[in-house]
């Protein structure tokens, strides 16, 4: 297909090259900042713009990959009535394209995209919404040209979906910060943790994490929990987490 | 060397094997419940007893591998003076030995076991206290024959050790749990999110976790966290959980 990219962040980003790669051709990157869409545009082969009154008319589909707060001011100023016009958020719904409802729909990858660090797109689930029928039946193609995995998804599901991935993923992340930031107070290097880490998430590929959960709360190994409790004396937001994760912990395999 | 076990939970279970694959010899395995000592040594060709009196005096190692609270009693009754005699937990210090403080020690594998899952114990990260240089110096080549990192760490940073990892697996694998309930309250499959676990451990495998973290609080995407908020309106604790943790991701990235 005929693509511009609408957005020059990590997720344009990852979307752009997975695009390229399945050869469809990226015609435009536009954003805000000139410079910004000048570094994404060269590496897919595309033209830099930053006004979209020069968006060109060629495209079959515009991917708006931007952050949810600037979706609707972009949608407001897109210039085209019958183009098929799609986000890549997981928490907007349908809704925000508001006058461009004919042909619209969202285009969802759940993955955490960084900069640095390249991603196997066949992996990545695909999640797709169309304002019709064919609108659906499009996207789906796209994603299946992207990825193992398209999945039709309403705007309620997509939603809980971030919800749940930021549990499991953006929180996660920030507790290995957290382990990281006490080992290196205890001189002690990250890379001890990090066999422990790639364990725990390869369990939860073949098993429930429920069925393979550890731990002194678990165990309500309660004289372990108070050691702990005590060696975060100094350092109240960190005692805060542990107490709050561990009673959810204690609670959670009570009621199961 | 000739060991004897005691304990036949996940940690015994899983070093049990480890020591037998390296050629060591398990002479026996001790439970308060029979059965279960019995259990554990039939896979270790080992002799099952459920009495303190009848352990053997044959043995070079005497690893006690029991919940952190039931340490003190099995080394009250433990009755060799001149022996080694280990535990294996992250948060115990060594002065729990007490009476037996000629020859002890702290043989402390890093990893989370269930007993579903077999564990590669090379990749295994093995943390070591000795009592005396000599006894370091046993607890090292032994702890050498089962693993690629053997590291000699004090009591107090053993427990630092162990509650960063708390953190970073138990407390991870929590979260997963969460994600896992709010997809089957919204009709998806586990399967779903299991690629973005994947990838977040992945990236902190090669990464710092500070550089690669993503998701609405740290980029402090207000519009996102309220519907994110508003969404977890019916489940207060998952709601507590998820103010908690987006407010010290806000926090720590300001600071830093």
Chains 1, 2 share one sequence.
């Not at 990545?124 to 398209?150: C, F, Q, R, Y």
């Not at 599901?157 to 080992?183: P, T």
Request: aromatic fraction near 8%; proline fraction near 4%; hydrophobic fraction near 40%.
């Amino acid at each position: 297909m005929k693509v511009v990219l609408l957005g020059s962040g990590n997720v344009a980003t990852h979307l752009g090259q997975a695009l390229k790669s399945a050869g469809h051709q990226i015609l435009q990157v536009w954003s805000r900042t000139f410079e910004n869409a000048q570094q994404l545009a060269v590496s897919l082969d595309a033209s830099p713009i930053s006004d979209l009154e020069s968006l060109s008319e060629e495209a079959e589909i515009y991917i708006i990959s931007v952050s949810d707060n600037a979706i609707p001011a972009v949608c407001a100023q897109f210039p085209f009535q019958d183009k098929l016009i799609v986000h890549t958020s997981g928490t907007t719904g349908l809704d925000v394209f508001d006058g461009h409802l004919n042909r619209c729909g969202v285009f969802y990858p759940l993955q955490t995209f960084s900069k640095q660090r390249a991603v196997d797109f066949q992996k990545v689930p695909m999640l797709i919404e169309g304002s019709s029928t064919n609108v659906t039946g499009d996207l789906l193609a796209l994603a299946k040209s992207l990825s193992h995995k398209a999945v039709i998804l309403n705007s309620e599901q997509r939603k809980a979906l971030h919800v749940a991935a930021v549990f499991a993923c953006n929180f996660s992340n920030h507790l290995y910060s957290i382990a990281s930031e006490i080992l290196s107070q205890n001189k002690m290097d990250f890379d001890l943790i990090r066999p422990l880490i790639e364990e725990t998430a390869a369990k939860a590929q073949t098993f429930n994490p429920q069925e393979v959960q550890t731990g002194p709360a678990v165990r309500n190994d309660q004289l372990t929990l108070a050691k702990h409790f005590e060696f975060l004396k100094d350092q109240p937001e960190l005692r805060k987490i542990y107490q709050l994760m561990s009673q959810h912990i204690i609670n959670f395999y009570q009621k199961s």
